[in-house]
């Protein structure tokens, strides 16, 4: 996975995907709109971003595939994890984490 703890537990962060009889296949008159919604293996892209980790493994979500997800050299950062622990603080009662355009890291966390 993309990422890991020094308790060797596995922490895969990526987005959620979905295919079976339980999913539409197509979006109505839409051909574009179907094409980007779906790989070429039939899997629908729910725009969610997931986190597998634990044991057992579970799946947690933890924001929107192109909003919550901040790009850092590399690495995939949850907006939403860093904004619920900043609200753990007592002196903290509303709080907002951005991806800020950086040149050299893809964003930087702001």
């Known amino acids: 996975g993309e990422g ?3 308790e060797g537990e596995d922490e895969s962060i990526g987005e959620l995907c979905v295919r079976g009889p339980q999913v ?3 979006y109505w008159g839409k051909p574009d709109a179907t ?3 779906f790989d070429d293996d039939g899997f629908f892209r729910t725009g969610d971003t997931v986190q597998l980790s634990g044991s057992p493994p579970s799946w947690k979500i933890v924001g929107r ?3 919550d997800i901040i790009k850092y050299s590399g690495y995939k950062i949850s907006a939403l994890d860093i ?3 900043l609200l753990q603080h007592p002196s903290i009662r509303e709080c907002a984490v951005v991806g800020i355009a ?3 890291r893809g964003q ?3």
């Open 102 to 104: 950086d040149e050299v």
């Open 24 to 26: 539409f296949g197509k």
């Open 108 to 110: 930087l966390v702001g």
């Open 4 to 6: 890991g703890d020094d």
């Open 35 to 37: 094409s980007e919604a």
């Open 83 to 85: 904004e619920n622990k």
């Open 65 to 67: 595939t192109s909003v």
